[in-house]
């Protein structure tokens, strides 16, 4: 029983992230995200630490659940005077994604390279999983979006990268979950 109970628990789990994944849409197959030329134009203007009132959006990716993984953990501003896109404000940071050969840029598989292809991920009942970037990743180690707009809460983005509007004052974040660590941003 026990068994059955925690297999429709993972069901429920995966379906619950393919369905708030599938809402994450961008019209680009690309599986890869990289900097616009608009976008380079504004890295000059990323700066390593949040933004302070709505001077910008405060972008943050965190992957402190892979372990070793200070070179993409980190926090942003992103100056912004007016609304703009997710895709834009992480490349702005010269943070990139890479989406899944069958959701595109729609599904973010990797950011920065992260996981590698060939780092094991190890589930709670300890077998390996290789993130291939092939369809969705597993129900237990993937990225999620977060938006926090200026004055609110952390919730999961409504939208994807390539259309999440964000308003001056609000926050972004790429999180790395494994095995339900963490499972929401940390504030």
Known sequence: MTSTLRTLAVAAAS???????????????????????????????????????????????????????????????????????????FAATDITTEGTDQYGDQVVCRVNGLPAEDEALTADDGSEYFEKCETMPAAFAYWSLWVKPAGGEWNYAEEGLATQPLEPGDAVELLFTLNGEPAAPAS
């Open 15 to 89: 379906a619950a992230l393919l369905i708030t994944l599938a809402a994450c849409s961008s019209p680009s197959p690309d599986p890869t995200t990289s900097a616009s030329p608009e976008a380079s134009t504004a890295a000059s203007l990323a700066v390593e630490h949040a933004c302070d009132g709505d001077e910008g959006v405060t972008v943050v990716v965190d992957a402190s659940a892979l372990g070793d993984a200070d070179d993409v953990s980190n926090t942003w501003c992103v100056s912004a005077d007016d609304t703009i896109v997710a895709a834009e404000a």
